[in-house]
């Protein structure tokens, strides 16, 4: 099994919200990952966890917050995001090795109004 | 820097027309070449890893192969069902062996028509 879940699908929200994506995975996986892709675009890196420590911030904006609670589950906190944030964001996994085969989730789809 | 090209950005075929997409990179030390295919508002799907110059692998109507310069995905009697973008990418130079983020292409979108 290599299902990565994402939670949610879709998510809208104005730029003074907070909100939160979930990613899960229940593969024994040591690394996660989030990216972003916009439309038309190959996915971006933003983050990598390794063994539950942050590991890579690609100079991603702090209205960005990370957290990973454990070695299964993978957060991306949002705050005052600007409308060019909409994109679809992808969590992955893998074993926790450079060259590992990463996995993704179906992705959430993010609109900010 | 790690560089990802590919080739052609968009291929229509007919339904059984073999073809094939190519990935050129350029990297500080391979780690890694991927293959994924991603339908439209969904997460990428993985196709193949290769490692080292001269391996192959197949997987139904799918066959990839890599070189030291680049990689190609061969479709052999494509299907309708086959459409989508396929993203190739790799990982590479050494980040003391722990996790690191891949670095993708655009994208091959091809369309096969009944």
């Known amino acids: 099994d290599t299902e990565v879940t994402q939670t949610p699908k879709h998510l809208v929200m104005g730029m003074t919200n907070k909100k939160s994506l979930k990613c899960e995975q229940h593969?024994?996986?040591?690394?996660m990952y989030w990216y972003k892709q916009k439309a038309k675009k190959p996915p971006e890196l933003m983050f990598v966890y390794s063994y539950e420590k942050l590991s890579i911030n690609e100079s991603v904006p702090s209205r960005f917050s990370p957290e990973c609670p454990n070695s299964s589950l993978l957060n991306l906190h949002l705050h005052a995001l600007q409308p060019e944030d909409s994109a679809l964001y992808l969590c992955?996994?893998?074993?926790?090795?450079?060259?590992?085969?990463?996995?993704f989730g179906p992705g959430t789809r993010l609109t900010v109004l | 820097e790690d560089q990802v090209t590919q080739s052609p950005e968009a291929l229509r075929l007919q339904e059984g027309e073999s073809s094939s997409l190519n990935c050129s990179y350029t990297v500080s030390g391979l780690r890694g070449l991927f293959w994924y295919r991603q339908d439209p508002g969904k997460g990428p799907e993985f196709l193949f890893t290769?490692?080292?110059a001269g391996e192959e692998k197949e997987k139904e109507r799918l066959k990839a192969t890599l070189t030291k310069k680049e990689s190609f995905l061969h479709i052999t009697a494509p299907k309708p069902e086959d459409s989508a973008t396929y993203l190739c990418?790799?990982?590479?130079?050494?980040?003391?062996?722990?996790?690191?983020?891949?670095?993708f292409g655009k994208g091959t979108h091809l369309i096969i028509q009944p």
């Open positions: 992955a996994s893998s074993q926790g090795l450079t060259w590992d085969t990463q996995y």
């Open positions: 593969m024994g996986h040591r690394a």
């Open positions: 990418a790799v990982q590479g130079g050494y980040s003391g062996g722990g996790a690191d983020g891949l670095t």
């Open positions: 290769l490692y080292s």
